[in-house]
């Protein structure tokens, strides 16, 4: 055992030397998650553009829009250049009343309020607001213009509807959410970010790691260490040690390092805990079996990017596993990333203990140890034909 | 440890494939002995040194270190051995004394007696004032020494040293080779392979001149020389040498053999002073310019040469 932690020890140690590896493992990761969780997790007040012509009307209606705490509101003084806000994305959605809005309603004309907005995003959903607002504002015109219909004084109806428009409710839009949330809404902005994170910079560390092992190979350092009385498995378990304590230290880190400076939870410790591990070993696995396959670590480098980045693609690092269609779930499963990352998935979003995540670590431990399994035999045979 | 022997193989056979690279090598060497595998790149010397420390899977023969079987799996006998590879095995980003201490505890050394030793084999290859710059601050020659000192760290009875001295500056050379003596005048055995005559000749007590994997000839200098009798080598620098040229000089009475290299010919002659008029002259009618001519006492080089037909640098 004294020669497993010699051997990691040592693997750690010129770890730590390598200033830029340094950077990859632990600044960056932190600098992602912030990213992340700034984009797309903050508080979310869309921004609507208005511009409004002159009169009560329109005025009304912009003062309900600003009156909204769920949205913003940015001003324009014409229509082209809201539109033009619109198609460049500086506004979600716009909203464009025109001039003669009072007096078209005066006549008893139709007034048109335009509502421009971008196919994606959340244009629908604020549509759902501006037609409130009309609706709110216009609705006091319509009563009057209804009672002159029926033969009432013009003056005397304006005066009675102004006099009751505050005691009568406004038009309200109800919204009904069927089904479970997928995201609780408890859920800090960083905390997708940093579990998805977390599994994507775990494995491509273990992989990079890999480099590592063939410059040992390289500078003879594997053959000298045959060369004493260590065994080839002993050889293996120290250098394997090595790379599970740099990836397990890297998940450590970033947990501490989020839950510190972003708040991010984790959920169950223990369940945590155990997933941080078993994707540990899978990582050191996986950098083991690159390490004993490649010849050189520039072939290793590319691999490791390639294979890292997208396992993490397919397995749900970079988008949540929640909105995973179930052929991508189906596909999703062959990898170690799913599996972690459904397991910090039923941790953090929805409370799940150690046990409930049992079948997810166990995926886990299986994915360790068939790359380590497959490791070991490579690696012997490299280690003999390299005497 | 069997008839005062530290390490003896015997009939080891390696292939790669189709190359026959060991074909049967045996030798022996005794305490405290200093035994060298002379032979050019390629011969089979670091092969069989693999086969003896356990690195390499033989395809026959047998190896006793200290009487124990030394196979690749076995791990007892590679106690006994340190092994200082040609090419440099060391961290460049861990100090001398950090790879040291590694590979102490890959001999299981108790740290008390560890850290002891690190300083005493600091002080043999003379990197005590630089034991704590990390290795790749080191020149070549310093590099070359941390090498052995990490062989030397745990006291083996048998030192296997695999061309230490190749791309090695004089002044680091000299410090190599004067280690080795070192350590042999303190009962070390070691185990020598290199390509070059006058540190075979310097050095070890026996020498085995070993070529396409087979041992030609063993013995001490003296042993070796008198296989060739009482010739002598002319080396001649000379322009304008072809194959009818070497061909009239090897057709020369009381020539053993002539070998082109780099722009020299090497003759072993019974009677230098008999072949080098008729030699001058064979050259001067194939219109060669001769710009040098040494005549010299025969070496170990010479023997090589008798042997095999071909200079140690081919």
């Known amino acids: ?387 | 440890m069997t008839n005062g022997r530290v390490l003896e193989a015997t009939e080891l056979k390696k292939s790669f494939g189709d190359i026959h690279a060991v074909r049967g090598v045996t030798f022996h060497i005794g305490v405290g002995e200093t035994y060298g595998l002379l032979g050019p790149n390629g011969a089979g010397k670091t092969t069989s040194i693999s086969m003896v420390s356990g690195l390499l899977q033989r395809d026959g023969g047998e190896v006793l270190l200290d009487g124990q079987s030394m196979t690749t799996t076995t791990l007892a006998p590679k106690q006994e051995i340190g092994l200082v590879p040609q090419d440099l095995a060391i961290y460049p980003d861990l100090t001398a004394r950090e790879n040291l201490r590694f590979f102490g505890h890959l001999y299981s050394m108790p740290k008390a007696e560890l850290s002891k030793r690190i300083d005493e084999v600091l002080e043999v290859v003379g990197l005590s004032d630089r034991a704590n710059d990390r290795s790749s601050e080191y020149s070549g020659g310093m590099k070359r020494r941390l090498n052995i000192g990490i062989g030397l760290l745990h006291r083996p009875k048998l030192l296997v040293l695999d061309e230490p001295t190749v791309g090695v500056d004089p002044q680091s050379r000299n410090a190599i080779l004067e280690s080795v003596e070192h350590l042999s005048s303190e009962g070390m055995a070691v185990l020598y392979t290199t390509h070059y005559m006058e540190e075979a000749e310097r050095l070890c007590d026996r020498v085995g001149i070993i070529d396409q994997g087979e041992i030609k000839a063993e013995g001490t200098r003296r042993e070796l020389i008198e296989l060739i009798g009482q010739r002598d080598r002319i080396r001649i620098t000379a322009t304008g040498v072809n194959d009818a040229t070497l061909a009239d000089l090897r057709g020369l009475g009381g020539v053993d053999n002539v070998s082109p290299t780099d722009g020299s010919l090497d003759m072993l002659v019974s009677d230098a002073g008999a072949a080098l008029p008729e030699a001058m002259r064979v050259l001067a009618a194939h219109g060669s310019g001769v710009s040098s001519v040494t005549v010299e006492e025969p070496d170990l080089e010479a023997v090589f040469l008798h042997l095999t037909g071909k200079a140690l640098r081919d």
Do not use: C
Not at chain 1, 342 to 371: K, N
């Open chain 1, 1 to 387: 055992m004294k020669k497993v932690l010699a051997i990691a020890r040592v693997a750690l140690l010129r770890f730590l030397r390598d200033r830029s590896t340094v950077f990859f493992v632990f600044v960056l990761p932190i600098g992602i998650v912030m990213l992340i969780g700034a984009q797309f997790g903050g508080d979310f007040s869309p921004r609507l553009g208005v511009a409004a012509g002159d009169g009560p009307v329109a005025t009304d209606i912009a003062t309900r829009l600003k009156a909204e705490d769920s949205i913003t509101v940015i001003e324009f003084e014409t229509e082209d250049e809201l539109l033009l806000a619109v198609e460049r994305g500086n506004v979600s959605a716009g909203v464009s009343i025109p001039d003669d809005l009072d007096s078209a309603l005066a006549i008893g004309d139709t007034g048109n309020v335009g509502f421009i907005s971008r196919p994606d995003g959340v244009g629908p959903q604020l549509q759902v607001v501006v037609s409130e607002a009309v609706a709110g504002a216009a609705e006091q015109e319509m009563a009057v213009r209804f009672a002159v219909s029926k033969g009432a004084d013009p003056i005397a109806a304006a005066t009675a509807a102004a006099a009751v428009a505050p005691t009568i409710p406004n038009l309200t839009v109800e919204t009904i959410v069927e089904g479970e949330s997928l995201f609780p809404a408890s859920m800090g902005q960083f905390d997708i970010g940093a579990s998805s994170q977390l599994v994507l910079f775990m494995f491509l560390t273990g992989l990079t790691g890999s480099a590592a092992l063939i410059q040992s190979r390289h500078l003879g350092m594997t053959t000298r260490m045959a060369g004493t009385p260590t065994s080839v498995r002993t050889i293996m378990a120290g250098e394997a040690l090595g790379r599970f304590i740099i990836v397990f230290l890297q998940g450590i880190y970033i947990m501490a390092a989020t839950t510190l400076l972003f708040g991010v939870g984790w959920g169950n410790p223990l369940g945590a805990a155990g997933t941080l591990v078993l994707f540990a070993a899978v990582g050191a696995g996986a950098a083991m079996l690159v390490g004993a396959i490649f010849r050189n670590d520039q072939q290793a480098g590319g691999v490791a990017i390639v294979a890292g980045i997208g396992l993490a693609a397919v397995g749900g690092s970079m988008l949540p596993i929640e909105l995973f269609s179930d052929t991508l779930l189906r596909i999703a499963r062959f990898t170690p990333h799913y599996w972690a990352n459904d397991a910090f998935a039923q941790l953090v979003r929805h409370d799940a203990s150690l046990v409930d995540i049992l079948p997810q670590l166990g995926a886990l431990a299986g994915f360790a140890f068939v790359l380590m399994a497959i490791a070991s035999w490579r690696m012997r045979r490299v280690i003999a034909q390299a005497g």
